[in-house]
């Protein structure tokens, strides 16, 4: 693994989202789309989570994401940064906060 200098993790902007909707992606088993509060911004993600989340589940959840990823279509649909997870290979696990916080909080 290389590493990074701190100059290169400043150049992230991780942040609070909440999930306001959630939904299948028609024509995939893995994507969910995602609309998501930034607290006075909403967004659009795209998530491979599908095995592991049910969109019912999702809503109302606190999740960070990647909110300076360059936008891409998948699928069809603008994806507006990225869910941040945790994996080992068969589980999954989103990264969520263990207290309450103000949508948008970023990450140090």
């Keep these: 693994m290389e590493l990074i200098g701190i100059e290169d993790f400043l150049k992230l902007d991780i ?3 909440k999930v306001l909707s959630a939904e299948r992606v028609e024509g ?10 930034l607290g006075e911004e909403e967004r659009t993600l795209v998530a491979g989570i ?6 019912e589940e999702l809503i109302g959840k606190s999740i960070l994401i990647l909110a300076n990823l360059k936008p891409r279509k998948i699928m069809g649909i603008e994806s507006q940064g ?3 997870a945790l994996s080992d290979g068969e589980k ?3 990264i ?3 207290r309450e916080v103000k949508e948008g909080a970023k990450a140090s």
């Design 96 to 98: 969520v906060p263990d």
């Design 92 to 94: 999954l696990s989103l």
């Design 15 to 17: 942040r609070l989202a």
């Design 82 to 84: 990225m869910v941040l």
């Design 50 to 55: 599908a095995k592991h989340y049910t969109p």
């Design 28 to 37: 995939s088993e893995k994507l969910l789309k995602l609309r998501v509060s």
